[in-house]
């Protein structure tokens, strides 16, 4: 036990050192690497259109050529024509100063005073009375012979003129040299596309091709999906924006609606950006605060509409990553790589979030970026039980009923659950006051979903549902009654038994706990039960559903048992042959299967659903004694 600890702390020790050494190399080698990831990420858009002009009979080259001329002219055309927009922008303000003035001016000093502005100048003037000197305190001087020390005034030299070309060239070399990099790279990428994959493949497939070229596959699948997607909300953000700008009278409005479809593909802070030209228009060219606010209004109103519409119904999950996990990953790659990284940031992740899908030894980062649920199903539902949120419960069994079925969420979740508890709690790892919590939520649990029921059957009858929603006493002759093999676990399943049977008409009740074998057996044979079942949940359930059916059989020979072995390992030929001495009538090990017996047997036909309760959660007799039924002997 110590040396496997041992080894899994050695195991996240490297873990971390070589996410440490990955985080150094590419903080060190921005300048190289930066480039390459634009290129790669231009590459990925451009190649469709390569692949398309190739498939209309355009050679490879010339492909390429057109497709990496065009989509650069746009780029550079776009970029020109913004860069021209500003420059004008900055040309035309002297005619926009007596505007800015005023505006400035209305900020500053607001026309009808208000309690903060008087409050403001009340500190304004007590600190100038603070700062000046006591009218009662002398002067000083120096004496008659001290000398003043003279001021010396360090005046830096001028600049030569290779200084001042200097500071005026680099600016501009380095965004060109940049360009020109990923120019150059986006040609090569994709002349050797087949090329670079194939290599790619060789290189981290370490034998597996088959494993790596779908890794290979799903990165290039989400990350194309991501931008033609993002492309699409984009679009449909960015066109609004320009039409909404013209009709308030921004110069060169659809100018910059195209600028915010561009911009937005830098996460959380383009939307804004492209906001910040059309806003510094309407506050020039706007004598009033119009213009202004209903510029401000069409940016907060699209963002609105493409966050919580446009984005839930096409983006969805379509990178496969959680959004905590995006905002995460673009604060780190802001940090790495400043705004390149930004806009990097998302298809980065999505790489990395691929390669931790299918390289064992990245599950961890799988875990953290995606976007899928790390638990199934019955796990959360443990995980609620075990925390003690019973609404939680309540909430996660509606939206799966209503996704799936009923009869689902019971065979598929509720059951597999209570089996991850009772294993739990006979290894002696789950508290008395959890154990208690687990039950006693699980039958208000049933309750609440035949409530559920009930209300669903009076709306689609028409009567007020406020009128009753709770379920109706039982009849005091069932027609099936379940007998819980063991301790309480048997109980709830055969509560959610119970309630599937009422749900088809068929009348039944679960013998409580307090009963002993021996005592529900003798009510069983005495009333009119046509059918009775035995509900047993592993470990440790076939000898007590044994025992179970056999003193059933002993009291009431002639009715039918049915015993449930639910979701038990052994197949149906082994729990036949380990049942056999108490020969029971069927053997299932699901609720639908059983549901399916026990309505062949009665020879009925399903009826609408009249939900009915004998032993609810409210009515049962606690069991603060501890008392049990007797146990039934072992596997």
Request: glycine content about 6%; hydrophobic content about 50%; charged content about 15%.
């Amino acid at each position: 036990m110590q040396i496997g600890q041992n080894i899994d702390r050695v195991s996240w020790f490297l873990r971390l050192v070589t996410f440490v050494l990955i985080v150094a190399v590419l903080r060190a080698a921005e300048d190289v690497l930066v480039p390459i990831a634009f290129a790669g990420l231009l590459a990925f858009l451009l190649s469709p259109l390569v692949v398309r002009m190739m498939r209309w009979g355009l050679p490879r080259a010339l492909a390429i050529i057109v497709t990496v001329t065009v989509a650069f002219s746009v780029l550079g055309g776009i970029g020109w024509i913004v860069s021209a927009q500003v420059i004008r922008l900055v040309r035309e303000l002297p005619n926009y100063e007596e505007n800015i003035r005023e505006k400035i001016v209305t900020l500053k000093n607001p026309r009808t005073p208000t309690v903060m502005t008087r409050m403001s100048g009340m500190v304004e003037n007590l600190r100038r009375e603070m700062k000046s000197t006591a009218p009662d305190q002398p002067v000083t001087t120096g004496s008659a012979g001290e000398v003043k020390p003279v001021p010396v005034e360090v005046k830096p030299s001028e600049p030569t003129p290779w200084e001042i070309a200097s500071g005026i060239v680099k600016p501009i070399l380095r965004p060109l040299g940049i360009a020109v990099i990923v120019i150059v790279f986006v040609v090569a990428m994709l002349f050797q596309r087949e090329d670079l994959r194939d290599r790619f493949i060789r290189l981290v497939s370490a034998g597996q091709l088959n494993i790596a070229t779908q890794a290979v596959d799903d990165a290039a699948s989400r990350v194309s999906r991501y931008l033609g997607m993002q492309l699409i909300v984009n679009s449909l953000y960015g066109f609004p924006i320009g039409i909404g700008l013209y009709y308030i009278g921004i110069p060169n409005a659809l100018l910059w609606g195209l600028l915010a479809t561009l911009l937005r593909f830098i996460p959380f802070v383009g939307t804004w950006i492209a906001a910040l030209f059309p806003v510094a228009l309407s506050l020039a060219i706007d004598p009033g605060w119009h213009m202004f606010g209903y510029t401000i209004a069409v940016f907060v109103v699209m963002e609105l509409i493409s966050v919580y519409i446009i984005e839930v119904l096409l983006y969805g999950a379509s990178t496969g990553i959680s959004n905590l996990a995006l905002l995460v990953a673009a604060v780190f790659w802001t940090w790495l790589w400043g705004p390149a990284g930004l806009v990097l940031s998302t298809p980065l992740t999505v790489c990395a979030l691929v390669l931790g899908n299918y390289v064992p030894g990245m599950s961890v980062v799988s875990m953290l970026l995606g976007s899928d649920p790390v638990l199934d199903t019955p796990a959360q539902l443990y995980q609620r039980m075990l925390s003690m949120e019973s609404e939680d419960m309540v909430d996660l069994a509606t939206k799966y009923i209503g996704e799936h079925s009923l009869e689902a969420f019971y065979d598929d979740v509720f059951v597999p659950a209570l089996l991850m508890a009772e294993q739990d709690r006979h290894s002696a790892t789950l508290p008395e006051p959890r154990q208690a919590f687990i039950f006693q939520a699980s039958r208000e649990l049933i309750d609440e979903l035949e409530r559920q029921d009930e209300i669903g059957r009076l709306q689609n009858l028409g009567t007020d549902v406020g009128a009753s929603t709770e379920p109706a006493t039982m009849p005091v002759l069932p027609v099936v009654l379940g007998i819980p093999a063991r301790d309480e676990a048997d109980e709830v399943v055969a509560q959610m038994l119970a309630h599937l049977l009422r749900r088809r008409g068929i009348t039944s009740a679960v013998s409580p706990l307090t009963a002993t074998l021996h005592k529900a057996s003798e009510d069983a044979d005495r009333s009119k039960v046509e059918l009775a079942f035995v509900s047993a949940l592993p470990p440790s359930a076939v000898g007590a559903a044994r025992h179970a059916c056999y003193l059933l059989k002993q009291y009431s020979p002639s009715k039918p048992v049915l015993v449930g072995v639910w979701r038990h390992p052994a197949s149906p030929d082994e729990l036949k042959q380990r049942l056999q001495s108490s020969r029971p009538d069927g053997i299932v090990t699901t609720l639908q299967a059983a549901v399916e017996q026990i309505e062949a047997r009665l020879h009925r036909t399903p009826v609408p659903a009249q939900p009915v309760a004998a032993h609810t959660a409210h009515s049962r007799p606690p069991m603060d004694d501890g008392t049990k039924p007797p146990l039934a002997p072992g596997n």
